[in-house]
């Protein structure tokens, strides 16, 4: 994909307007910085349109005509602010395949990482709260299971974040393929503990208040 499409495809006018200090009000109309406008009369959204002076056409349009650039200029520019990716000769090219469908699949790649993410630190957040909430006291015999738990996993989850984090493409990638399963169960388990905690602070308070 060229630079012109995957601009036009990711950033949509109304984020390059603000991107750039233009204010985009609640109906998505601005001040047009085309003419000199008293009234927001620029509509702002995929494209531009202004009502007073006419002035219209897509992202790359308003930037090259925001910074008097040509529009290849404005593309790249665009491309570089908003960390879109395109093949083109002297640019990295995006992790491999071109097209469109690369462009979906990095995108479910992602939200997949994304959700990785933010249910691991979750649960690595989870494991150090049980670790000093659950701590066995010298004279307990038996430690408690979601200490031991805390324990066992805490370190691994926090490698697989960092791995996350910092990680190369291809770790975070592979990372993403070898936990899917995990991460789901790990979903599951903290879900699971929020309701049973529910449960039991519901049945503690109907405990006490109830007779
Ligand atoms: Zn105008």
């Not at 009000?25 to 702002?44: E, I, T």
């Amino acid at each position: 994909m060229n630079v012109f499409e995957a601009v036009k495809q990711s950033v949509t006018t109304r984020q390059a307007a603000e991107h750039y200090g233009i204010r985009v009000n609640r109906n998505g109309m601005a001040l047009c910085p085309f003419h000199n406008d008293k009234n927001p009369s620029m509509k702002v959204d995929r494209r531009f349109h202004c009502f007073g002076c006419q002035a219209d056409g897509d992202v790359i349009d308003f930037v090259a005509k925001l910074y008097g650039m040509p529009s290849k200029e404005a593309a790249v520019k665009l491309a570089g602010d908003f960390s879109v990716s395109y093949d083109a000769k002297g640019h990295s090219p995006p992790a491999g395949r071109p097209g469109r469908k690369s462009v979906r699949g990095e995108l479910r790649f992602r939200q997949e990482k994304q959700w990785c993410f933010r249910v691991l630190s979750d649960y690595y957040h989870l494991l150090g709260k049980w670790k000093t909430e659950y701590a066995p006291a010298p004279e307990d015999a038996q430690w408690h299971p979601l200490f031991v738990e805390a324990l066992q996993k805490q370190e691994y989850i926090g490698y697989l974040l960092d791995t996350l984090l910092s990680g190369t493409m291809e770790e975070k990638a592979a990372l993403v393929a070898e936990q899917r399963g995990e991460v789901i169960r790990i979903e599951q388990r903290i879900s699971g503990y929020a309701a049973s905690r529910h449960e039991r602070s519901r049945l503690a308070r109907t405990g006490t208040d109830g007779r």
